[in-house]
T-cell receptor
Framework: EPEVTQTPSHQVTQMGQEVILRCVPISNHLYFYWYRQILGQKVEFLVSFYNNEISEKSEIFDDQFSVERPDGSNFTLKIRSTKLEDSAMYFC??????????????FGPGTRLTVT | QQQVKQSPQSLIVQKGGISIINCAYENTAFDYFPWYQQFPGKGPALLIAIRPDVSEKKEGRFTISFNKSAKQFSLHIMDSQPGDSATYFCAASYSSASKIIFGSGTRLSIRP
């Protein structure tokens, strides 16, 4: 069964450093999302991406964050200057466009980001 | 308006029992209500979902009950098994392209 993959599984970085989290969505999906989950809390929406542009973003997704689809398979989240409060699990999700499953978002296993 | 309220925060059920998790929402524009199951260190996995034009949906041991007038929906897990021990999130979305808004989660433990 197709699945969303994410790399790395765990990233440790120092405050102020840039990090790039990578995702490979399901191949025929066209909508892509990033969510984050601070330890023990609920999953929060960050950004959605369609047709090579951001379609929606949350208040969390400030100027320090950016997303990109650099090629036909990868979808990346960049944090330019990490802060301690960016420590969280980051999930990528993707969604198809048609049929009865068009609402269903499929999540990757996540990247645990630790900012020290 | 954007929130989905979930209860209880944690739940312990004996093996073979029924687990019930409840959620409520305010935004009547929501038109898709999924439940996600999450095991430690893993991403949320879609378990079952319902649209507001039906009052109940059943898939195996999992049932969603939906009360549109009360703006509430619930997940019932019949014959609960130790392998069902996980965190469950209710969620809502208001368009086919929209973000998913998650509830706060319920940590379910099934005692053998």
């Amino acid at each position: 069964e197709p699945e969303v993959t994410q790399t790395p599984s765990h990233q440790v970085t120092q405050m102020g450093q840039e990090v790039i989290l990578r995702c490979v969505p399901i191949s025929n999906h066209l909508y892509f999302y990033w969510y984050r989950q601070i330890l023990g809390q609920k999953v929060e929406f960050l950004v959605s991406f369609y047709n090579n542009e951001i379609s929606e973003k949350s208040e969390i997704f400030d100027d320090q964050f950016s997303v990109e689809r650099p090629d036909g398979s990868n979808f990346t989240l960049k944090i330019r200057s990490t802060k301690l409060e960016d420590s969280a699990m980051y999930f990528c999700a993707s969604r198809g466009t048609s049929g009865t499953k068009s609402y269903e978002q499929y999540f990757g296993p996540g990247t645990r980001l630790t900012v020290t | 308006q954007q929130q989905v309220k979930q209860s209880p925060q944690s739940l312990i059920v004996q093996k073979g029992g029924i687990s019930i998790i409840n959620c409520a929402y305010e935004n009547t524009a929501f038109d898709y209500f999924p439940w996600y199951q999450q095991f430690p260190g893993k991403g949320p996995a879609l378990l079952i979902a319902i649209r507001p034009d039906v009052s109940e949906k059943k898939e195996g041991r999992f049932t969603i009950s939906f009360n549109k007038s009360a703006k509430q929906f619930s997940l019932h897990i019949m014959d609960s098994q130790p392998g069902d021990s996980a965190t469950y999130f209710c969620a809502a979305s208001y368009s086919s392209a929209s973000k998913i808004i998650f509830g706060s989660g319920t940590r379910l433990s099934i005692r053998p």
